[in-house]
């Protein structure tokens, strides 16, 4: 068991390494900026994970808390702007059209970077913790609570889409301000800035490892595949598993504020129903078991989706190429291409897996399948 | 058994393939700093090819790679071709941020030509301000906004309503009724009319926002009816637009005794609805397909031999259009060396061309364009009859709701 763990410690060091060396192999602005966002989209996939893959909840709405990270840190740097659209004092510019006179109590705490940055992260998991009480306490699971999610996450982008005057509406809040902390600026298309997304991501990953690996990870895993025995052992199931959906509501908010850094505006399509439902296909992809799997995934589909749009023989066909793609990965790999790469590394004679063969490993192995090999 | 080993190595494939087209420009550094190189100038195009909005920019798409091909067709510009690099951005925001960001630091485009919704222009602005590159913007929009970055080719409220607002309240009456889509737009276009409705004596009897993408206007049809207003000023956009019409007309309101007014349904949003549904309504804009003019007649056959014959052209199509050929004329002032971004912005500053709608210029000081406003009442085969056209060439204010604040070549300034 020992060996296992260390030997996913090294494999997810080795990855989460290669990922800070990109900046050194790379020295162009828009790469490291595109990549920036791809790293982005690898936390959401970790936050999915964990409440998708260890604790068995299927969040459709994660984008929501992604969003309401990504406007916690817009309105923080908008609030920084001289805003050059309307010379005006002090306002937003929207505030300004919308004939609004006065700060509105709600942004004014924004004003402070230690609240905007805790905000960032606090706000998407109270909603969370709120959410999830309601959800979990009332024991609504399965497909229930993936369409209370979702639900959710339509209710909070019809507000802010609506409360235009304090939110910028439709059109979200641009022209924003350079985020810096402690002297450092982060440009968007620096090193920086990637350099900050990266070690983020380091972060949430390794976070993400010791709850999963931890007591309370374990009692998530046994409460997805058997919650009523679960709580039958007298564990209170429904603060599990509302911890956990905050815990990736948090992380969620905490990618939603680095966006919102890389891509220098805040939109309400970063809480809609799309990028939901691409977080959902990218941890499939990568495996939804497998934290490094499902951040990979997601690197891995964006990168192609990418790809293919800048492919002029794919610039009209090539939603449909991704879509294709999805379809056979989730026919031929229902567990994701960390499932298959495990999988297939099982079947490579000797090597690498010798240490597994060892009888009292492989008991262990078959007792806690869900573990899984190093990945 | 054996089945699981294929599973394998379909699955090793596809994890391949994936991390070859992931990230394929690893190495790639940036390349070097000449705007015109082997006698080619590159630009960007980013309309939506994909998503929701692609049907109204797929056509933008179509005016503006036509522009280009006519212009390489007559030699380039100075012996320089232009190379037009296509991105789709699929509605979404986000992705046009990111092609607007690949096409300006990636492809080192000298311009890009794009983007139909406010909410995709203001994605894009961060790139080509900090960047200091050219964005080049089609679309009628509600104004104030003061870019040194952008290029804005359609129409401010203040081109599309100065000679629509007073010919409707004297051929119509004084009771006027505002509906719009919920966001930044229609309220802005209200602004600026509610200000000309106080100064000829009108009365805005209600002012009413329905939510983007609404379809159900029974309860708005009812107040209609009940109201009796002379004249109903429509900010509605988008699929709203089409179910407004088709309730307005099934429940069997006149267009004659109260007519809807639009600023936006063109040519497009009439073939979507159906010439019947919209017949009779009135739409204020610089340019319709009918319009009489050698330029127009050249540019709608070369539309429609290039596209399809039943393809329409309309007023945002019209700028796509035109403002290719500005690009032209900038370029063309410069020698190779010196094309850059920020040199075609001084070289476009009030220069002239002859578009299809008519003589227009660019506005030194806010970029906007000099227009020439038409009113057209739109008839049942989806074509509009122009009733009248501005005398002159109309001024672009994009803060004419905001008189002490002045759009100038330095920036925004208080007045």
Known sequence: MSGKISRQILLYGIVCLAILAVPLLVDNAFLLNKYARYLIFGMLAIALSLSWGYAGILNLGQAMTFGLGSYCMAMFLKLKTVPIHTGSDGLPDFMVWNNVTELPWIWVPFQSMPFALLAGMLVPALFAALLGWFMFGGRVAGVYAAIITLAAMVVVNLIIIDQQSYTGGFNGITDLAQFDILGLAFDAYSASTYYLVAVCLTVTLFVALVVSRSKTGLILQAVRDQEE???????????????????????????????????????????????????????????RQSLLGAMLGAMLVTGVQGALSETEAFLETWTLVMGGLFVLIVLFMPKGLAGAVEALLRRIPGGERKGDARPAARQGSKSQPHLGGAL | MNRNRRNFLKAGAAAGAFSLVGFPHIWSKNASLAFAQDGEIKVGVLFSLTGTTAIIEESLNKATLMAIEEINADGGINDLKITAVVEDPASDPATFAEKARKLVLSDRCVSVFGSYTSASRKAVLPVFEKQENLFWYPTLYEGRECSKNVIYTGAVPNQQQDDFIPWLVEKFGKRWYLIGSNYIYPKEENNYCKKLLEGLGAEVIAEEYVPLGHSEFSSVINKFRSEKPNVIFSTVVGDSVVALHRQYRAAGLDPATMPMASLTTSENEVAAMGGDAAAGHFTSAPYFMVFDSPENQRFVDAYRSRWGGDKVTHFVSESAYFQIHLFRQAVAKLTAGDIGPLAIREAVKGEEYKAPQGLVKVEPENLHCWLRPKIGQCKADGQFEILTQSADWLEPNPYSAYPNQKCTAEGLKEV
Not at chain 1, 248 to 260: E, N, R
């Open chain 1, 229 to 287: 025995r679960v709580r039958f052992f007298g564990y209170d199931v429904a603060l599990y598993k509302t911890f956990i959906f905050a815990l990736s509501a948090a992380i969620a908010g905490l990618a939603g504020m680095l966006y919102t850094i890389v891509m220098e505006f805040a939109s309400p399509t970063f809480l809609g129903v799309p990028l939901s439902l691409s977080i959902v296909i990218w941890v499939a992809v990568g495996g």
